[in-house]
């Protein structure tokens, strides 16, 4: 997520994000995150906190981070918004639950017969430190971010391997087109690279008094690319609290070995204006002075 959208909308706002791809394939992607975002108008902006973590077969990612965005406000045109982000991140790699063809692993032994691979669980930390820029109005959204910025090499304390994050760039744009006074078309495209490889998510979501919505997705943009076709649905149970799921189904080889992907989504919001709240008057009462 774009660090910069913190208190874009002069809330406080807590998700948890919970995402099982490629299910039944061995060794599949799991991944969790939990971000909490807030204004901060002594600052002229707001602040994020978040913890990303990711499960690939035997490699284990976790990144925690803290991000700070100024707000320019552009009177009719809308909000612009431009954060910096300091992060930590470790990485591990769990050599215990690898079998090589010809290691030797009965009677409780654990040989990969192999120079490189570890047999021990290996960690390393390493900063890293993101940028991002955001603009928001009634209609529009866009944005883009560039992580990984400064990343130094990541070393394990066992000195059993050695990784160097890769620049990664991200760009979003929505727009909402309302059709009636109550039903709202929101189509929007997300592009992300490592400067490698390149994948595209093309959404179309529908949306009803802000309280109901549902969509597609597509990822990828050749046949090389193509990667999911996804249905998505959520619903605002009350002013504060927002729970959505999507389902991929897998549309590359990956689907004759897996069924599909899950992803559930839980937003918790103080939906208070806290920038109105912020210019109340005080009231001093001779009481308490």
């Given at each position: 997520?774009n660090q910069?959208y913190a208190g874009?909308?002069n809330?406080i706002?807590a998700?948890?994000?919970?995402r099982?791809?490629?299910?039944?394939?061995?060794?599949?992607?799991?991944?969790?995150?939990?971000n909490?975002?807030?204004p901060?108008?002594?600052?002229h902006?707001?602040?994020?906190?978040f913890?990303?973590?990711?499960?690939i077969?035997?490699?284990?990612t976790?990144?925690?981070?803290?991000s700070?965005?100024?707000?320019?406000?552009?009177?009719?045109?809308?909000?612009?918004?431009?954060s910096g982000?300091?992060?930590?991140?470790?990485?591990s790699?769990?050599?215990?639950?690898?079998r090589?063809?010809?290691g030797?692993?009965?009677?409780?032994?654990?040989?990969?017969?192999?120079?490189?691979?570890?047999?021990?669980?290996?960690?390393?930390t390493s900063?890293l430190a993101?940028?991002?820029v955001?603009f928001?109005?009634?209609?529009?959204?866009?944005g883009i971010s560039?992580?990984n910025?400064?990343?130094?090499k990541?070393?394990?304390s066992?000195e059993?391997?050695?990784f160097?994050?890769?620049?990664?760039?991200?760009?979003?744009?929505?727009?909402l087109?309302?059709l009636?006074e109550?039903i709202s078309?929101?189509p929007s495209?997300?592009?992300?690279?490592d400067?490698?490889?390149?994948?595209?998510?093309?959404?179309?979501?529908?949306?009803?008094?802000?309280?109901?919505?549902?969509?597609?997705a597509?990822?990828?943009?050749?046949?090389?690319?193509f990667d999911?076709?996804a249905?998505?649905?959520?619903?605002?149970?009350?002013?504060?609290?927002?729970?959505?799921y999507?389902y991929?189904?897998?549309i590359?080889?990956?689907?004759n070995?897996?069924?599909?992907?899950h992803e559930l989504?839980?937003?918790?919001?103080i939906?208070?204006n806290?920038?109105?709240?912020?210019?109340?008057?005080?009231?001093?009462s001779?009481?308490f002075?």
């Open positions: 997520m910069a874009l909308d809330a706002n998700t948890g994000v919970y099982s791809q490629w299910v039944d394939f061995p060794g599949a992607p799991e991944s969790y995150q939990v909490v975002f807030t901060i108008y002594r600052l902006g707001g602040m994020g906190l913890v990303d973590a990711d499960k077969g035997a490699e284990r976790l990144q925690a981070g803290l700070y965005n100024y707000i320019k406000t552009f009177s009719q045109l809308g909000y612009l918004s431009f982000t300091i992060a930590l991140l470790q990485k790699f769990d050599g215990r639950v690898i090589t063809p010809d030797n692993y009965e009677g409780g032994s654990l040989d990969h017969k192999d120079g490189i691979l570890s047999n021990v669980l290996s960690k390393g900063p993101h940028l991002g955001y928001a109005n009634d209609n529009l959204e866009a560039f992580d910025l400064w990343a130094p990541l070393k394990a066992d059993s391997f050695t160097k994050p890769r620049n990664h760039i991200s760009a979003y744009f929505e727009y087109v309302p009636t109550q078309l929101v495209v997300m592009l992300r690279t400067l490698v490889a390149y994948q595209s998510d093309i959404n179309v979501k529908v949306q009803f008094r802000n309280t109901l919505f549902g969509g597609m597509l990822r990828g943009y050749n046949r090389q690319s999911a076709i249905v998505f649905v959520g619903y605002r149970i009350n002013q504060n609290l927002l729970i959505a999507n991929d189904f897998t590359s080889a990956i689907q070995y897996s069924r599909g992907s989504v839980v937003n918790y919001k939906g208070k806290w920038r109105a709240a912020g210019q109340e008057p005080i009231l001093y001779p009481r002075l």
